[in-house]
Structures are given as structure tokens and as C-alpha cells.
């Protein structure tokens, strides 16, 4: 769907909205953290085969944690920052500097509503850093839904996705802490006229570039 150019533009934009995020993260929790996005793609809903996306292996069975908000106006759709628990808990445990083992008899981290809270906070802040500065980019007013957090079964996480919308930007992140190191994916689900903006847009910055 991208070109190759484009992808360069998207990306290059994505991590520099990132990187706002992550300086605004670190001040939250009185630490450095690195926050980038390596990979991106924009596919159809036809074409969403996670298998497909060798950095989604992490998804490939059981459950994952999502942090998600809607947004609306000329440039509508949905964008879930999305983990599995395991690594959800070490982000927050990152976070916190608080020590946590798994649940003794079961190689699983549990989750409880004080950690729910902080990936809604962490969802609220990077979700606004990508979605907001594409706002600006295009010059339009983007409004939000309340973040949401839910823990859901990966199979359910692309009938959610298929909701209303016709494309999906999957972008792969990758968070530096201290010495923790972890992954997790950003899917921006968006309408018709959504990707077209975008597109637009990217092409002209294209255009600029190669004068």
C-alpha cells in the first residue's frame, strides 16, 4: 500500500511524535525511556493477517492487554496500543520500579486495576502524541473518546479492528527502560477518507523533498 518513500515519511514523522511521547513518559516516571517505531505498515482489512508480521509473533496465542481511544471529525478512526500481559507488567513494573514474579505455579504475570490504570495513561499519552500531531499535520481538529483498557483474546483483537473502519496503519514499538527492553504494536484503524488525508499529505511532503 505505502511506497517506499512514503513509508519513510511515515515513519520518519512517527518517531519524531514518538519521541515526544517518550520525553513526556520519562518525566512521568523519573526515568529515561526510549520509544521508537521500527516498522510500519498501512494494509486493507482484507489483507490483516497477523502472521504475516514477523514482530507480532509476541500476539500469536492467548490473550493481549489493549489501551484504546477513539477519535472523530475529518480524521476519524481508532488506535490501540496493544501488549501481551507479560510484557504490559513489565512495562509498569518498569515504570514503578516495583519487583514482580509471576503467580507461583503459573508463567503469568497478574495484572491488577492499579497497573490497568498506568497502561491507560500510558495508552492516553502516546495514543494523543501520534494522533494529535497527525491533527496538526493536517491542519484539522481531531476529539477523543475516553481511553479505554481491556484485556482480550488475540483472535477478538482483529474482529475489533474490522469495526467500521477500512484501513489499518500497524506500527511495531519497541520501549527502552533502564535495562528493560520490551515490545508491543500501535494499530491505527482508519476510514476511507482518514488514510486519503494522509496520503495526500505525505505526498506533498514527498514532493518537497525531492524538490
Do not use: W
Not at 507488567?89 to 490504570?117: H, Q, S, W
Request: glycine letters at 4%; a negative charge.
Amino acid at each position: 500500500m505505502l511506497s517506499l518513500m512514503q513509508k519513510d515519511i511515515l515513519t520518519e514523522l512517527v518517531n519524531v511524535y514518538i519521541g515526544q511521547a517518550a520525553s513526556l513518559l520519562s518525566e512521568m516516571v523519573n526515568q529515561k525511556i526510549e520509544l521508537t517505531i521500527p516498522q510500519i505498515s498501512l494494509i486493507t482489512v482484507s489483507e490483516l493477517d497477523f502472521s504475516k508480521y514477523k514482530y507480532l509473533s509476541i500476539f500469536s496465542s492467548g490473550h493481549v492487554v489493549s489501551s484504546s481511544m477513539s477519535f472523530s471529525h475529518e480524521f476519524q478512526g481508532k488506535a490501540f496500543l496493544v501488549f501481551p500481559p507479560d510484557q504490559a507488567k513489565l512495562l509498569i513494573t518498569a515504570c514503578t520500579g516495583e519487583i514482580v514474579l509471576p503467580v507461583e505455579n503459573e508463567n503469568i504475570f497478574r495484572l491488577v486495576d492499579t497497573d490497568l490504570d498506568i497502561l491507560r495513561e500510558i495508552g492516553n499519552l502516546i495514543i494523543n502524541a501520534i494522533i494529535g500531531e497527525f491533527g496538526n499535520l493536517l491542519n484539522i481538529r481531531v476529539e477523543y473518546s475516553l481511553p479505554e483498557i481491556e484485556l482480550i483474546s488475540f483472535s477478538e483483537t482483529q474482529k475489533i479492528l474490522l469495526q467500521n473502519n477500512i484501513y489499518i496503519l500497524v506500527l511495531h514499538t519497541s520501549f527502552t527502560l533502564s535495562k528493560t527492553r520490551l515490545t508491543g504494536a500501535i494499530f491505527i484503524a482508519l476510514s476511507l477518507n482518514s488514510v486519503s488525508l494522509l496520503l495526500e499529505k505525505i505526498n506533498e511532503l514527498s514532493e518537497d523533498i525531492n524538490g
